[in-house]
């Protein structure tokens, strides 16, 4: 079964300081991997995405890697801010189908809260 | 930027009535996804569309149809609805392309509160 894990499933820092989510997925095959931001009950915000040949993206604070090899990808946030908090959702697709639609596999997300 | 247009942005049914959400993706997008997220659940695929016809079909129940008019947008029909239908909705919609890696881009959601 296509599995997509996260970690930790919840984090607590003091705004400025970094942090780094991790995700393991098991889909295969393998197209490409997103990151979101989610509010809460809000819809998700496209952070990044990464193919299966890319191993770093970066988008302001946000950089994600990729070990494609490994099936694991991290998210690292630089000099946190109180906005900051939200849900971060990885988003693995197993598949590209032209014309088509991706079918996404979500993960359970990591609650990040940055306090003052 | 136009962003993906969803309403109503809640609507509180009551058991076993019809409910219908509506979903206006980025103009020029051509692919619409339907996604249904409980409580502190990972959204669930329900079905999606590429140029009006359906692409792909997930968890959607049969008392549920969706479909994409002539000018993209998606409409959700819940019918008979139930407790545990109540749930954050969202649409989402691309721009399919020859190469991987579209961006996703989705709506605010839809809330609906089935009593």
């Known amino acids: 079964k296509n599995q997509v894990e996260q970690s930790p499933q919840s984090l607590i820092i003091l705004e400025g300081k970094n942090c780094t989510l991790q995700?393991?997925?098991?889909?295969?095959?393998?197209?490409?991997l997103r990151w979101y931001k989610q509010d809460t009950g809000r819809g998700p915000v496209s952070l990044t995405i990464?193919?299966?040949?890319?191993n770093t993206k970066s988008n302001g604070r946000y950089t994600a890697t990729l070990d494609a090899d490994t099936k694991q990808s991290s998210l690292h946030i630089t000099a946190s801010q109180l906005s900051d908090s939200a849900s971060y959702i990885c988003?693995?697709?197993?598949?590209?189908?032209?014309?088509?639609?991706?079918?996404?596999?979500f993960g359970q997300g990591t609650r990040l809260t940055i306090n003052p | 930027a136009a962003g993906v247009i969803q309403s109503p942005r809640h609507l509180i049914k009551e058991k076993r009535e019809t409910a219908t959400l509506k979903c206006y993706p980025i103009?020029?997008?051509?692919?619409v996804y339907w996604y249904q997220q409980g409580p502190g659940q990972d959204p669930q695929f329900l079905i999606s569309?590429?140029?009006?016809?359906?692409?792909d079909k997930g968890s959607i129940p049969d008392r549920f149809s969706a479909q994409q008019f002539s000018d993209y947008h998606s409409e959700l029909n819940m019918s008979s609805l139930e407790l545990g239908d109540s749930a954050l909705y969202f649409c989402?919609?691309?721009?399919?392309?020859?190469?991987?890696?579209?961006?996703?881009?989705f709506g605010e959601g839809s809330w609906l509160t089935v009593v």
């Open positions: 569309f590429y140029e009006k016809m359906q692409s």
């Open positions: 995700c393991n997925y098991t889909v295969s095959p393998f197209s490409n």
């Open positions: 988003v693995v697709s197993p598949e590209y189908i032209i014309q088509g639609a991706q079918k996404l596999v």
């Open positions: 990464m193919t299966f040949s890319e």
């Open positions: 989402a919609s691309s721009l399919e392309d020859t190469y991987s890696g579209n961006t996703i881009y």
């Open positions: 103009p020029r997008h051509d692919t």
